[in-house]
């Protein structure tokens, strides 16, 4: 794709706007009488201003000299306004001459407030001297470890270097009339912070800049300015002094709004053509890299990197963001020789706009534990090239247009001990189902690595795939267990990393078809006695598949048998209430699986359901669901059936625990008041009342009841 650009005037013969837009255009350059003279070009990025920046080492005072041209010379000091009549002021926070380190806030102030001007991917570009590295991909040049450093760079650019974009007048920068004559900052890539309106001082790019805000500029905000921190390492210069002074340059995109909005028009009237065609930023995690140097002869270790590729256009592509990049590539000048190319085969990113590149180096070879440093080329698909405004301007023509990011590599002072995995589930002995999910786990020491390969192994034979790569996190859930018939399965769990750590079930686990369910009455089982007009707590076992849901009906003999409910939760008990008015001693329940009838049982013998029962105590309150509260007082009733006595005593359990005694002897009239409640959390509580003199008569609660 092309972008086209605008030119406009703006601070003092040095701060130029450059903008692009889709579409050809004409470009605006100012004539002395105030008039305009139209030309046409293209371009795909703009410069919006170049100063050399020197700071005094006694008094921390930075001078900011604007670099200019003596071919170009405009009035447009109605745009000088204090407090930054040059767009651009520095804020020192702590400033270290002798070890050469500064730590400052540098504000951009819009020239075009309340304008359709606002600028994308607007990023302040820092360019200073010292000792240089050379790239063996596209041979640019960046700084070494001990040269000029952005400390805390967000990202590293080619663009308006001093060395390849010396096009005087409006399409490059030569010192001028006003900055000093003898400095040319020497590196063709640079660091630099990037502006947009929802970041402050020292956030991140992402995840603030996104599809939302299309990391922009915007002219309506008061002031229409923004601030970013800058932490800056300079060189050592001749005498072991260090020079305070490095060039800074303003590099944004704009293309033409095509909403019909008014001024200063929205972020939705531009095409995403306003923001810039390469890579508008690399993150990079380092998280599992296990690098090492105890000494030149003892070193190695293994560098793992996820790297989250942003580009604009990859929201709109079908490729997503491997369809943006042409290569991926990587060198280092002292962790690996050569170049390596990553495989465009990207996973999805945090945003639209991005793809994560996952990348396991091994047996690197740093030199220390300091400065070990990989320098990160991702080419742009379209346009791959730096594309000059006119034919005879001075660019890197036909060199690949492309976004950089230097990644220094944590290194360890000595080697992580030789990792361990011990899978623990499954082990051995257990009976696992086709079609259903598993939960695998497993416990990791050492240097294993960030990801792990699990597997499973049928009488000892070939591996077989269960998932290629998954975090390293104890912890696997295998969604469908595959169509295996055997009771010789392993499960194995390899490092991704470094295979040779690995391991595997100690003992085989069964894994069939699925086995039909399985469902067994409980209570009432026969013998029982229940009265009519109370309610009864049915209780079943359900053992393999049996479905989600039961029946419940009673018989009484060889009659039709009746329904209790028609559909009920198979979770192993259903309260009956209330038993219907009948007097048999011949009454059996039938339970069925609502999916699968054929799986079924019923009572193994006859209970009793009679409205004259022998003497007994029922429990009513509370009998099942109720929720108490600690602390609080509740009441506890019940029913007495013919003579059960003149006391009760009561108690509770919870969590199959042994019985706490309530109260030791109470009145028998239905009726008490616990309190207070004690201070328990269950929902496995039951009360159980017992007849003082007949201590064989007694009952508790039909269901759990919870104390919170």
Not at 132 to 159: H, Q
Not at 433 to 455: F, M
Not at 628 to 642: A, R, V
Not at 645 to 651: E, P, S
Request: charged letters at 20%; proline letters at 9%.
């Amino acid at each position: 794709m092309k972008h086209y650009s605008y030119i406009f005037p703006a601070f003092a013969a040095v701060l130029i706007f450059l903008f692009g837009c889709s579409g050809r255009s004409d470009m605006i350059t100012p004539d002395p009488e105030g008039g305009l003279k139209i030309e046409s070009y293209s371009s795909g990025h703009a410069l919006w201003g170049l100063w050399n920046v020197a700071i005094d080492p006694d008094t921390g005072d930075a001078e900011i000299i604007p670099v200019r041209s003596a071919e170009f010379h405009v009035n447009v000091t109605g745009k000088l306004q204090p407090p930054s009549p040059m767009g651009l002021s520095i804020q020192v926070i702590d400033f270290n001459p002798a070890e050469g380190a500064i730590d400052l806030n540098l504000t951009i102030t819009h020239p075009f407030p309340n304008s359709n001007l606002r600028g994308f991917d607007v990023r302040g570009i820092a360019m200073g001297s010292g000792d240089m590295l050379t790239s063996e991909i596209d041979g640019v040049t960046f700084p070494a470890p001990d040269g000029f450093r952005l400390v805390n760079a967000d990202g590293y650019t080619r663009w308006w270097n001093a060395v390849e974009f010396t096009t005087p007048g409006l399409f490059g920068f030569k010192p001028g009339a006003l900055g000093p004559q003898d400095f040319s900052p020497p590196m063709t890539l640079n660091g630099y912070k990037y502006f947009a309106d929802p970041l402050g001082p020292v956030d991140h790019v992402v995840p603030a800049v996104s599809l939302e805000n299309r990391g922009t500029f915007s002219t309506d905000t008061d002031p229409p300015e923004l601030t970013r921190k800058y932490i800056i390492q300079f060189p050592e210069g001749p005498g072991g002094n260090h020079v305070f002074l490095f060039q800074y340059a303003i590099d944004a995109s704009w293309a033409l709004p095509t909403g019909g909005s008014p001024s200063p028009k929205p972020i939705d009237d531009f095409p995403i053509q306003a923001n810039c065609p390469e890579v508008f930023h690399m993150g990079v995690d380092t998280d599992g890299t296990t690098a090492y140097y105890e000494s030149d002869m003892d070193f190695g270790g293994d560098v793992l990197l996820e790297i989250e590729v942003f580009d604009w256009e990859a929201s709109e592509d079908p490729d997503g963001i491997d369809g943006q990049v042409v290569t991926l590539m990587l060198e280092s000048p002292t962790l690996f020789d050569g170049i390596i190319n990553i495989p465009l085969d990207s996973e999805p990113g945090s945003q639209p706009t991005s793809g994560i590149y996952s990348v396991m180096i091994p047996d690197v070879t740093p030199t220390s534990t300091a400065n070990q440093e990989i320098l990160i080329n991702a080419k742009s698909c379209c346009p791959s090239t730096y594309e000059p405004p006119t034919g005879n301007a001075d660019y890197p023509f036909g060199l690949s247009l492309a976004g950089y990011q230097l990644v220094e590599i944590p290194v360890l002072d000595t080697a992580l001990p030789q990792g361990e995995i011990t899978v623990t589930v499954p082990n051995g002995g257990e009976l696992w189902e086709q079609g259903t999910s598993a939960e695998i786990t497993w416990n990791s020491t050492g240097n294993v690595g960030s990801k792990v390969k699990i597997g499973y192994t049928i009488s000892d034979g070939n591996e077989n795939l269960v998932v290629t790569s998954t975090d390293n996190d104890g912890s696997y859930n295998w969604p469908s267990i595959p169509n295996i018939d055997s009771d010789e399965v392993r499960i194995v769990i390899t490092s991704v990393e470094d295979t040779n750590i690995t391991d595997e079930s100690d003992q085989y686990l069964s894994v069939h078809p699925p086995q039909p369910g399985i469902l067994t009455i409980v209570s009432p089982n026969g013998g029982e006695e229940w009265v009519a007009g109370y309610s009864g707590n049915i209780t079943w076992e359900s053992e393999g598949n049996a479905g989600y849901e039961v029946k419940l009906q009673y018989k009484i003999g060889t009659a039709t048998p009746v329904n209790i409910v028609g559909v009920t939760d198979n979770d192993g008990d259903h309260l009956w209430a209330p038993i219907p008015d009948i007097e048999s001693d011949q009454v059996k329940i039938i339970i069925s699986s609502v999916s699968m009838p054929s799986i079924n049982d019923e009572s193994d013998d006859y209970f009793t359901i009679t409205s004259d029962p022998d003497p007994m105590i029922i429990v009513t309150q509370p009998n099942g669901g109720e929720s108490w509260h600690s602390g609080s007082s509740q009441e506890i009733t019940w029913d007495n059936i013919g003579d059960t006595g003149y006391t009760v005593r009561i108690d509770y359990y919870y969590d199959d625990g042994d019985p706490i005694n309530i109260v030791s002897s109470t009145n028998n009239d239905g009726s008490f008041i616990w309190n207070p409640i004690p201070d328990i959390e269950s929902d496995q509580v039951k009360i159980v009342i017992y007849s003082f003199v007949f201590p064989s008569i007694n009952d508790e609660s039909d269901g759990f009841f919870s104390i919170y």
